[in-house]
């Protein structure tokens, strides 16, 4: 049995690609490239979120799969940003919502399943250690909302409010 905290960060998780949908529906498309805040812009973040989200789905599945202790890899997101061949700031979007619906509708098919027994499981991450099913769940039922409010923010709008 998963408990209520659980249940409210997976269902954050499946609500996340509707929220980003929404930011980026909120954005015209000449403001794909714009930041007030200095930072990356809308169309930065929609890249990385499909490059953190397959990421995030292997990561889940090592730590479901492999044996306890096994390596979670981190992995250095500015410099995938500032890599010209994978196009953060050049290439459309559309690809990068498309793989960030398709892998987040695939873990929440794992989420769906997980026992109590499950959340427990851990490797280590490269980064930061220690890392469990409950932390990687902490970790991205809020990332895509981050980054909703960010594109929002960056474009001079209102963030969600979390609820």
């Known amino acids: 049995m ?3 905290e659980t249940a409210d960060l997976i269902r954050r998780y499946t609500a996340g ?3 980003l949908e929404a930011a980026i529906a909120a954005v015209p498309e000449a403001d794909l490239d714009r930041s007030d805040e200095g930072g990356w812009t809308p169309r930065m973040v929609v890249h990385h979120l499909a490059d953190s989200e397959t990421n995030s789905y292997v990561r889940l599945r090592r730590l479901l ?9 981190g992995y250095d997101e500015g410099r995938w940003a500032s890599t010209p061949a994978l196009g953060y700031t050049t ?6 919502l498309a793989v960030l619906r398709a892998v987040r509708a695939a873990s929440a098919q794992v ?5 109590a027994e499950d959340l427990d499981r851990e490797g280590v991450h490269t980064e930061s250690g ?3 099913v409950r932390d990687w769940l902490r970790i991205y039922a809020e990332h895509a909302e ?3 409010d960010q594109i929002l923010r960056a474009c ?3 963030p969600h409010v979390d609820g």
């Open 2 to 4: 998963i408990d209520p």
């Open 17 to 19: 690609v509707g929220l």
């Open 65 to 73: 799969a492999e044996p306890t202790g096994t390596v979670i890899a």
């Open 91 to 96: 290439q459309p979007i559309e690809q990068s």
């Open 111 to 115: 989420l769906s399943r997980l026992t």
């Open 130 to 132: 220690r890392y469990t």
């Open 146 to 148: 981050d980054h909703a």
């Open 156 to 158: 001079g709008r209102r």
